[in-house]
T-cell receptor
Framework: AQSVTQPDIHITVSEGASLELRCNYS??????LFWYVQSPGQGLQLLLK??????LVQGIKGFEAEFKRSQSSFNLRKPSVHWSDAAEYFC????????????FGSGTRLSIRP | GAVVSQHPSWVICKSGTSVKIECRSL??????MFWYRQFPKQSLMLMAT?????????EQGVEKDKFLINHASLTLSTLTVTSAHPEDSSFYIC????????????????FGPGTRLTVL
């Protein structure tokens, strides 16, 4: 069965520092991979997605993610975080297409230290 | 484009009553809609997949008689929580699939803002 693991429950970084959120997936083939952000009490916003092509994907708000097949990973990065980036981040997979059912990781809560 | 709305955004009800949540695709046609629930500080769990004009497909462990899903049109799906109890209190999020014929030109999934249900 497909699964997504986000090993970090909560991360705190200083404003202006770099960020990397980890994500590992389990699936036989290369699934569709996503990163979503959720602010408190809000819905989900898609940051970026990957299915094929260039393994370094650029997203919105200055985020990027790198797909590494050998490590079954899809880590999210940002070179310099802003206080407004504080939120919950979810890695997700969809086995067939970007329109099929999505399986979410447990989430990583990002806090920003002034 | 590609906006999904949910109504209401929050609702408080008494135990034993039923609550209906609407999910609408505002500017595209959605052949498939998905319903998720999210408990506080937890991830989203898929409850069911709803295809327009047919019965919903429920995930294992989700009571289909308790969570009634109707997808009567290409722009509207409803989730009715019947005989709600405090343990049903949660954040319910829908998403809508914009198929290639849906008017957007891309087959992808868009999420609504969520509905917070509190059962007293």
């Amino acid at each position: 069965a497909q699964s997504v693991t986000q090993p970090d429950i909560h991360i705190t970084v200083s404003e202006g520092a770099s960020l990397e959120l980890r994500c590992n997936y389990s699936y036989g083939a290369t699934p569709y991979l996503f990163w979503y952000v959720q602010s408190p009490g809000q819905g989900l916003q898609l940051l970026l997605k990957y299915f094929s092509g260039d393994t370094l994907v650029q997203g919105i708000k200055g985020f990027e993610a790198e797909f590494k097949r050998s490590q079954s990973s899809f880590n999210l990065r940002k070179p310099s975080v802003h206080w407004s980036d504080a939120a919950e981040y979810f890695c997700a997979v969809a086995p067939y297409s970007s329109a099929s059912k999505i399986i979410f990781g447990s989430g990583t809560r990002l806090s920003i230290r002034p | 484009g590609a906006v999904v709305s949910q109504h209401p955004s929050w609702v408080i009800c008494k135990s034993g009553t039923s609550v209906k949540i609407e999910c609408r695709s505002l500017d595209f046609q959605a052949t498939t809609m998905f319903w998720y629930r999210q408990f506080p500080k937890q991830s989203l769990m898929l409850m069911a997949t709803s295809n327009e004009g047919s019965k919903a497909t429920y995930e294992q462990g989700v009571e289909k008689d308790k969570f009634l899903i109707n997808h009567a049109s290409l722009t509207l799906s409803t989730l009715t929580v019947t005989s709600a109890h405090p343990e049903d209190s949660s954040f319910y999020i829908c998403s809508a699939r914009a198929g290639l014929a849906g008017g957007i030109g891309t087959d992808t999934q868009y999420f609504g803002p969520g509905t917070r249900l509190t059962v007293l």
